[in-house]
């Protein structure tokens, strides 16, 4: 295929970039952390949206090394951030599960922390649901040795394909986030209320926080609030953004 191809090349020659989008605490509307979304400038094609070749990545594998250059680059981001004193939060990387299960993600991950003297605090890995299905206890393992680098890991879209809550409990995740299909619906449907209440009442009672995605109006803010989630991220606090403009985007966020 064409665009695997070009996928291959574009690595090494710097099309892709990192564009970071603002995880906030509602109360205090404080900047908690920031999500690294990747962008991908083609020589022909112009700007490509990850939901049109992180799939094509996946298949072909070239998800691996371009996985790898994504944390290489989160890293050297933060680095240059502690370096400027604007390390003010840490970042949260996309995993997909093929480079979650087939890159030798620990070595991967060890390998840009270090590169970049960055401590593994302040890197956030998020893992969708369909990553855990595959083969759990390797899963778990893999996410243990994971923790030892001191690295927080996320499910990604929670709500949206997990087979049994059983997993959940057996899995070391620091944090869920609420997919934004169930926050679109909050304010309008009673049912999506009693289910992201449901979601929010058991990350209490497993000790995990939580994060609302797609916030997009006050009113589900709000909501969210008085439900028991304060920390959001959304178009109503900031969009994915490029490094000068996070240094810009002056806190209070909304
Ligand atoms: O940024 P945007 O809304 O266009 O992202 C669309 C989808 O692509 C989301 O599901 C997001 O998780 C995924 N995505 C964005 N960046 C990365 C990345 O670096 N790695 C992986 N595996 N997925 C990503
Ligand atoms: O699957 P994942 O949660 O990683 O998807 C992140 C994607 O969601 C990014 O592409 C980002 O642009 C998009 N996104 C972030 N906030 C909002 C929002 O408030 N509304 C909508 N519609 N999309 C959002
Ligand atoms: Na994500
Ligand atoms: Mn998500």
């Known amino acids: 295929r064409a665009l695997e191809y070009d996928l291959r090349a574009a690595i090494s020659t710097d099309q892709f970039f990192l564009v970071y989008q603002p995880k906030i605490d509602f109360n205090s509307r404080a900047l908690v952390g920031w999500e690294a979304l990747l962008r991908w400038r083609h020589p022909s094609l112009g700007l490509i949206a990850p939901c049109d070749f992180i799939p094509v990545a996946e298949e072909s594998g070239v998800i691996v090394p371009l996985g790898r250059w994504t944390l290489n680059e989160a890293c050297r981001q933060l680095r240059a951030w502690l370096d400027a004193g604007k390390a003010d939060a840490g970042v949260a990387v996309n995993l997909s599960p093929r480079q979650f299960l087939h890159g030798d993600i620990v070595e991967a991950v060890r390998t840009s922390l270090a590169a970049h003297g960055v401590p593994g605090s302040l890197l956030e890995l998020e893992l969708t649901e369909t990553v855990a299905v595959c083969d759990i206890d390797r899963v778990i393992a893999i996410m243990h040795e994971l923790k030892r680098l001191q690295v927080r890991l996320s499910i990604d879209d929670f709500g949206t394909g997990f087979s049994s809550l059983s997993y959940l409990m057996r899995l070391p995740v620091d944090i869920l986030k609420i997919d934004r299909s169930f926050i679109c619906q909050l304010v309008t449907d009673q049912r999506a209320q009693a289910l992201v209440k449901g979601v929010i009442d058991i990350c209490e009672g497993l000790g995990m926080r939580v994060i609302a995605e797609g916030v997009e109006?006050?009113?589900?803010?709000?909501?969210?609030?008085?439900?028991?989630?304060?920390?959001?991220?959304?178009?109503?606090?900031?969009?994915?953004?490029?490094?000068?403009?996070?240094?810009?985007?002056?806190?209070?966020?909304?």
């Open 217 to 254: 109006t006050i009113a589900q803010a709000s909501l969210l609030s008085v439900l028991g989630c304060s920390t959001m991220q959304g178009y109503l606090f900031g969009r994915p953004m490029s490094p000068d403009q996070c240094e810009e985007a002056r806190q209070p966020f909304a």
